[in-house]
């Protein structure tokens, strides 16, 4: 149990409906990402933040895709107007950036995203 | 641009010995990881190295070369269980990891 959980662990949507995800980071953790990962694929960066603050996007990332983390503590993603290339699985991972350049993050179970 | 290699696939003997390469080209170097990744399941961590040199942990071990820009995942004494993909990832100048689209082992008995 690495103590990231994600939720829902599972969703099918219809092409156009608009999803939400939800990841509850380790929590002294102040780093928290968010990837997309297709089949045979590593992960493919979408976004993180660093405590509340949203510091980088990801170029692939369209405007249809939106991520918050007001507090810093959870953070939703947000998926409007699915499309079928949407489907994936969207992992979430937590780290602690210290002093030290060891980063080491930490995986949720992710949530699999099917659109149909 | 960010590059990192590994082979696609692998196929190795339960029992025997399997090393997995992965060459890379990144803005920065802060280290590297490799993750394991059973089907349908999260990475999890197996091993970090930032200077050159063997880190050994059990089973495993890695090996890192800074100049050469490579590594590779030694696994010995195969068990069936080892059967994953395994993702070797870059920390970058900004500490953002850039991931390999990682290499499926296949153990067979």
């Known amino acids: 149990d690495t103590g990231v959980s994600q939720d829902p662990r599972h969703k099918i949507t219809k092409r156009g409906q608009n999803v939400t995800f939800r990841c509850d980071p380790i929590?002294?953790?102040?780093?928290l990402y968010w990837y997309r990962q297709t089949l045979g694929q590593g992960p493919e960066f979408l976004t993180y933040?660093?405590?509340?603050?949203?510091?980088?996007k990801s170029r692939l990332l369209s405007d249809r895709f939106s991520a918050e983390r007001p507090k810093g503590s959870f953070s939703t993603l947000e998926i409007q107007r699915t499309e079928q290339g949407d489907s994936a699985m969207y992992l979430c991972?937590?780290?602690?950036?210290?002093?030290?350049?060891?980063?080491?993050?930490?995986f949720g179970p992710g949530t699999r995203l099917t659109v149909l | 641009g960010q590059n990192i290699d590994q082979p696609t696939e692998m196929t190795a003997t339960e029992g025997a010995i399997v090393q997995i390469n992965c060459t890379y080209q990144?803005?920065?170097?802060?280290?590297l990881f490799w993750y394991q990744q059973h089907a349908g399941e999260a990475p999890t961590f197996l091993s970090y190295?930032?200077l050159d040199g063997l880190e050994e942990k059990g089973r495993f071990s890695s090996f890192l070369s800074r100049s050469k820009g490579y590594s590779y995942l030694l696994l010995k004494e195969l068990q069936m269980k080892d059967s994953a993909s395994y993702l070797c990832?870059?920390?970058?100048?900004?500490?953002?990891?850039?991931w390999g689209a990682g290499t499926k082992l296949i153990i067979k008995p």
């Open positions: 990832a870059v920390t970058d100048s900004n500490y953002q990891l850039i």
């Open positions: 929590s002294e953790h102040n780093r």
């Open positions: 990144t803005s920065g170097f802060n280290g």
């Open positions: 190295n930032v």
């Open positions: 991972a937590s780290s602690i950036l210290g002093e030290v350049a060891y980063n080491e993050q930490f």
């Open positions: 933040f660093q405590n509340e603050a949203q510091l980088e």
